[in-house]
């Protein structure tokens, strides 16, 4: 690439265009900026662009080296799929009307043609992202819709009258397409276990719940009710008997906070382990009950993923807005897992400008050190990037030092401290990391 892509930007009618008279720019926090051409990746496949309206894309003139805006139309962003990291969000100017965005993220995208270079290739949209995951399991390409329909129709006959299934068909399946919930219709690698209706924290980003006078709305409807031990053990047995690399997961986006039914978790764990000891089971949580989690450990859980926007709480608690515990509680849960040689994983929400300040490079460092953390899974944050910063009271984010830069020196650090998008399974995490996964 001789030099950076193109700016793009949206007529408003679901049309983009290149503007060749600027260079893309990335943003960092609150500041627009150059990124270096070796920083693009093409458009992974399952990514799609989007227009930002009432928003004007900030570029670099191709001319005059100045920053300015682009009025020709609708700033542009890209959402990047599972697997993929993003080393910058999208550089626009939000006008005084603009609302606010829905809950995807908004990575840095542009156009390059080589072409027009006298290069090798053609023309094609780039990205600001990393690759941090081998693992296959969420690929759009790897989804058979034969497969998953008909396991629909099986699932939903073998199990009629467990509301668990019936739930992870017609909402999370067959209405908003998540990927596990596709995958265990397909009869293979993590099962979801979604577990509680309610939550002990506030999260201004959460996907299921938001208040009626929020300026956003949820992406998905949070479960309704409270299942039992028996319907859970009822379809993550055959699961865990069956299927390549099993994963039964506790813990979903489609509802509240998983340790609030700690009692009914850890039943249903007893009694998987009396029928099975294939497969890991693993919570996925906001890690605010140590003492749960303890019991869950004794019970047979195998892993936990503790979500944090941030390792430093003056970052973590205007975002989560926790009720009845602390950010320690989420160290400790941590710490737990750790004392029974389980493995352990925060789902870090990447926020470009604010995840790779100093400042929280920092405080990551002594999180990882304190915990004996096992693994960082680098999660595209889901929302307006305007939006979250003014709602956390961020002016200036201070010093960062890149996305890239930061994984290069926690790699440097933490050699055996692993990085991915997906929670491993026990063949990956007892054998070869690097090589027992999903793949084609």
């Not at 759009?140 to 009258?161: P, R, T």
């Not at 019970?299 to 807005?321: C, D, F, H, K, Q």
């Not at 979250?388 to 994984?407: A, N, S």
């Amino acid at each position: 690439m001789k030099h950076a892509p193109f700016l793009l930007y949206s007529d408003g009618k679901g049309n983009i265009f290149e503007d060749t008279s600027l260079y893309v720019c990335g943003r960092s926090g609150w500041d627009a900026l150059p990124v270096e051409n070796d920083e693009w990746i093409e458009l992974p496949k399952g990514g799609q662009l989007y227009e930002l309206p009432d928003r004007r894309g900030i570029g670099i003139d191709t001319s005059t080296g100045e920053m300015r805006l682009c009025e020709k139309g609708w700033a542009v962003a890209a959402f990047i799929p599972p697997a993929f990291t993003g080393t910058y969000l999208a550089a626009y100017e939000t006008l005084p009307e603009a609302e606010t965005l829905p809950l995807f993220c908004y990575t840095a995208a542009g156009w390059y043609d080589a072409r027009l270079n006298d290069e090798v290739g053609q023309g094609k949209f780039y990205v600001t992202a990393v690759r941090i995951e081998n693992d296959i399991r969420q690929e759009s390409e790897g989804f058979d819709e034969d497969k998953i329909e008909n396991g629909v129709k099986d699932l939903l006959k073998a199990y009629q009258h467990n509301r668990l299934v019936a739930h992870l068909a017609n909402n999370c399946c067959l209405t908003y397409h998540c990927p596990a919930a596709r995958n265990f219709f397909m009869g293979r690698w993590e099962c979801p276990v979604p577990s509680s209706p309610a939550c002990n924290a506030n999260c201004i980003g959460c996907i299921s719940f938001q208040p009626q006078e929020e300026t956003i709305t949820s992406t998905q409807d949070r479960l309704q009710f409270k299942p039992t031990a028996e319907e859970i053990v009822e379809y993550t047995v055959p699961h865990l008997e069956t299927a390549p690399f099993p994963i039964v997961s506790f813990g979903q986006g489609c509802e509240g906070e998983p340790l609030l039914m700690w009692q009914t978790i850890k039943e249903a764990i007893i009694e998987i382990r009396k029928h099975t000891q294939k497969g890991s089971i693993n919570i996925n949580t906001n890690g605010s009950d140590p003492k749960a989690v303890k019991v869950l450990c004794e019970a047979g859980l195998n892993s936990i993923r503790v979500s944090t926007n941030s390792a430093r709480e003056n970052i973590y608690r205007p975002y989560y807005r926790p009720n009845n515990y602390e950010f320690s509680d989420i160290v400790e849960s941590l710490k737990v897992v750790n004392s029974f040689g389980g493995w352990t994983s925060i789902n870090y929400f990447v926020f470009p400008g604010m995840t790779d300040s100093v400042e929280e490079y920092e405080a990551l460092r002594k999180l990882i050190k304190d915990t004996g953390l096992k693994m960082i899974q680098w999660r595209n944050f889901n929302i307006d990037p305007d939006w979250y910063l003014g709602k956390i009271g961020v002016t200036d984010t201070g010093e960062c030092i890149g996305i890239r830069e930061m994984m290069a020196l926690l790699k440097e650090e933490f050699p055996g401290l692993k990085f991915g998008y997906f929670n491993p399974s026990i063949e990956r995490i007892k054998g070869d990391f690097e090589m027992d996964y999903a793949r084609v």
